[in-house]
C-alpha cells in the first residue's frame, strides 16, 4: 500500500481517518412506530403521531429492525451485546418533533468488528469498527421553497439507521473510499441497507487530523453528511492540507464540525459556535433495555449469505482467478452472480476477462447495470467455448460480442448466421494466401530478401481477406512456408 | 452541587426557553433544591447492586415489521401554526 504523506516545512505529516456511517435499515416500517419506512411519497404521509411528536405515544420496537442491526454485525466480523440500552440524545431542531434522538449511547447493539480493506494494487488492510448502535432518523428541512420558512417532512423522522462507528484507522483518501465501498458492498451483500449514497439511504461523517508519524493522535475536526465516495476523498484531501497549512503557520486547529462544499471541493465551519451541542444523553425512560438470547443470534448467523472476503477467497481457490480479479468481480453482489452464472462449466478465468472488459465497457457505454445486461451470463461462457474449441478466432470474438450486445442472441447461433466459423481448411487459406502473394510481388521479394518485417503484413492482408476467418495460426505459419520456404 | 444563573440560563437556551432575567435566581433555587435530593439519594449505599432500568418484571415488547399506522397527513398537521401542501412550515432555519 503506497503511502499518503503530506511533505511539509517541518518534515512529513500523515493523515488520520475515522468514519462514521449511517446507514438506513431496510425494514417495512420504522424503529418504533408502525408507519412506512418506505422513502419519498407525499409529504407528512408516512408519519405516526409518535414521529411527531404528540404527547403521550410511545415506542415499541420493530424486531426486523433488531434483527438487521444483529446480522450487520454478523458480517463485520463484531462482538454482539444481547443487551444494549437506548438513550435520549437532546437536541432542538425543527424536523426533530421529539426534541431528542432515541439512540444508543453508553450501551450499542454491536461493539468492536473488522473490515478488510482490497486496495487497488490487489493488497488488503484492515480497519477496525469501533461499534454499531441502532437510533431513528430526524425529519427533511426544505430551505430554498419560501423566502422565510423552512419546509418540514417527517417522512423519514424515526426511521431505523446504524450509525457505524470506524476506528481511526485509515491513512489515506483512497483506503477512506475503499473502506466506504466494502461497507457499502457487505450491506447490500446482507440486504440491511441499500447503501444509496444519492437517496442518502448512506451518508458519512468523516473524521479527520494530521500528524508527524509517530506522534500522539491531534485535534480532529468532523466533516458532517458527505454523500458519495468521491466527496469524502476529496474532503480529507482539502480538510488535511488545511491542518497541516494551520499547524505550520503556527497555528492551532479547533476541534470543530464542518461542512463540505461539493461545488469547490473544500470545508468550511458549520455557522455558529454558540450552537455547539450539549446533548445530555440519558437512558430513554419509555424504552427497556434492548435484550436478546444467543439463539436469537446464532439463527441470525445460520441465515447469512455469502460475504464478499468468503467469496473472494472462494473465486481465488475454485477458478483460480487473481486477487485483483476476484475483488472486482466480488465488490457488487450482482456482479459475483452474474460471473459465476457465466462461469459455470467454462473457462472461468476467460470468462472473467469478457466479463471485466468487454462487458464492464458495453455496460458503460450503455449506461445499463448488470442486471439489465443485455448479454445473457450463459452467453459469455459459450462465447468463450466458441474461441477455445476452435469455431471463431478471438478477433471475429470481439465482433460477435458486440452482435450480443445490440441483440442479445445466442453467439453459436451469431456465428452460424453470419458466417462467421473459421476457416482452418488448408487448401482455402493456401488459396488465400496464394492471391495475396501474387497481388504484391515487390514485397514478397522485399521478404525473401531478409524483410521479415513485412511478413506480418502480409498475415494482415491475408486475414482481411479472409474476412477474418482464417485459422491465424495455420495462416501464420503458411505464410512464413510460402516467403521463407 | 450548586446551579449558578449563567448555568440556569444555558439549560434554558438549549430548551429554547426565554427565561427573564429576573426569574433566574428562583429558578436556579428551585433546581438545586432539586439536585440536593438527589445528592440525598445518592448517599444510598448501591454497591454490587445492578442498575435497575424497570421496577415492573416486564421485558421490552417488540412489535412485527408491519405499516400499521400513518397515512394520516391531515391529522398529523391538524395542530400545526403554520403548513402548505402537506408541509410544516417554521420560521426558516439554515445552517
Known amino acids: 500500500m503506497s503511502s499518503y504523506i503530506i511533505e511539509g516545512e517541518t518534515g512529513p505529516w500523515e493523515v488520520v481517518i475515522g468514519l462514521e456511517v449511517h446507514a438506513q435499515v431496510i425494514s417495512a416500517a420504522k424503529l418504533f412506530s408502525g408507519a412506512s419506512a418506505t422513502f419519498g411519497g407525499d409529504p407528512n404521509t408516512h408519519v405516526a403521531f409518535l414521529d411527531c411528536g404528540m404527547p403521550g405515544m410511545l415506542p415499541v420496537i420493530n424486531a426486523e429492525c433488531v434483527r438487521q442491526a444483529v446480522k450487520t454485525g454478523l458480517g463485520l466480523n463484531a462482538q454482539i451485546n444481547r443487551r444494549s440500552v437506548f438513550d435520549r440524545k437532546n437536541y432542538f431542531y425543527a424536523d426533530l418533533p421529539l426534541g431528542y434522538q432515541i439512540s444508543q449511547f453508553a450501551h450499542p447493539i454491536v461493539g468492536e468488528g473488522t473490515v478488510i480493506l482490497d486496495m487497488k494494487d490487489g493488497t488488503s488492510r484492515e480497519v477496525g469498527i469501533e461499534r454499531l448502535h441502532l437510533e431513528i432518523d430526524a425529519g427533511k428541512s426544505l430551505h430554498d421553497q419560501h423566502p422565510s420558512k423552512s419546509f418540514i417532512d417527517l417522512n423519514r423522522a424515526g426511521v431505523a439507521l446504524m450509525e457505524i462507528v470506524s476506528k481511526p484507522d485509515m491513512r489515506s483518501p483512497e483506503e477512506a473510499g475503499a473502506y466506504l465501498k466494502k461497507l457499502r458492498a457487505i450491506l447490500r451483500y446482507l440486504e440491511t441497507c441499500d447503501g444509496n449514497m444519492e437517496e442518502g439511504s448512506m451518508r458519512a461523517d468523516v473524521n479527520v487530523s494530521v500528524r508527524h508519524p509517530g506522534e500522539p493522535l491531534r485535534t480532529r475536526c468532523e466533516i458532517k453528511n458527505v454523500n458519495s465516495v468521491r466527496f469524502v476523498m476529496q474532503a480529507i484531501e482539502y480538510e488535511a492540507a488545511r491542518h497541516v497549512e494551520v499547524y505550520e503557520q503556527g497555528g492551532i486547529i479547533e476541534q470543530e464540525t464542518r461542512l463540505f462544499d461539493s461545488a469547490k471541493g473544500t470545508t468550511r465551519p458549520m455557522r455558529s459556535k454558540e450552537f455547539a451541542h450539549d446533548y445530555r444523553y440519558f437512558p430513554d425512560p419509555d424504552l427497556l433495555p434492548l435484550e436478546f438470547t444467543q439463539e436469537f443470534v446464532d439463527e441470525i448467523k445460520a441465515g447469512l449469505p455469502e460475504l464478499p472476503d468468503a467469496k473472494k477467497a472462494r473465486f481465488i481457490g475454485d477458478y483460480g482467478l487473481t486477487p485483483y480479479d476476484a475483488g472486482v468481480l466480488v465488490a457488487e453482489k450482482e456482479t459475483a452472480a452474474y460471473f459465476e452464472a457465466a462461469a459455470e462449466g467454462h473457462d472461468a478465468k476467460a470468462v472473467a476477462n469478457w466479463v471485466m472488459g468487454d462487458l464492464f465497457a458495453a455496460l458503460n457505454r450503455t449506461g445499463k447495470s448488470i442486471a439489465e445486461s443485455p448479454v445473457a451470463p450463459e452467453n459469455i461462457g459459450r462465447l468463450v467455448d466458441l474461441i477455445k474449441d476452435g469455431t471463431i478466432s478471438g478477433r471475429i470474438a470481439k465482433d460477435v460480442f458486440e452482435i450480443m450486445v445490440e441483440t442479445g442472441g445466442e453467439p453459436g447461433r451469431i456465428v452460424e448466421e453470419k458466417g462467421l466459423k473459421q476457416v482452418t481448411d488448408t487448401g482455402a487459406i493456401e488459396k488465400v494466401v496464394d492471391e495475396v502473394i501474387a497481388a504484391n510481388p515487390d514485397k514478397a521479394a522485399e521478404v525473401k530478401a531478409g524483410k521479415e518485417k513485412l511478413l506480418g503484413w502480409f498475415v494482415g492482408q491475408a486475414m482481411k481477406a479472409s474476412q477474418g476467418k482464417a485459422n491465424p495460426g495455420i495462416l501464420n505459419e503458411m505464410i512464413r512456408k510460402k516467403l521463407l520456404g | ?95
Open chain 2, 1 to 95: 452541587m450548586s446551579l449558578d444563573k449563567a448555568t440556569v440560563r444555558k439549560i434554558g437556551f438549549l430548551a429554547r426557553l426565554e427565561i427573564p432575567e429576573e426569574d433566574l435566581e428562583g429558578l436556579a433555587h428551585e433546581l438545586n433544591g432539586i439536585l440536593g435530593w438527589v445528592e440525598q439519594l445518592q448517599q444510598v449505599n448501591t454497591e454490587g447492586v445492578a442498575p435497575l432500568a424497570s421496577v415492573s418484571e416486564t421485558r421490552l415488547y417488540w412489535r412485527d415489521d408491519v405499516v400499521t399506522d400513518g397515512a394520516m397527513p391531515e391529522k398529523v398537521l391538524a395542530n400545526a401554526p403554520d403548513g402548505l401542501d402537506g408541509y410544516f412550515l417554521v420560521p426558516k432555519v439554515v445552517e
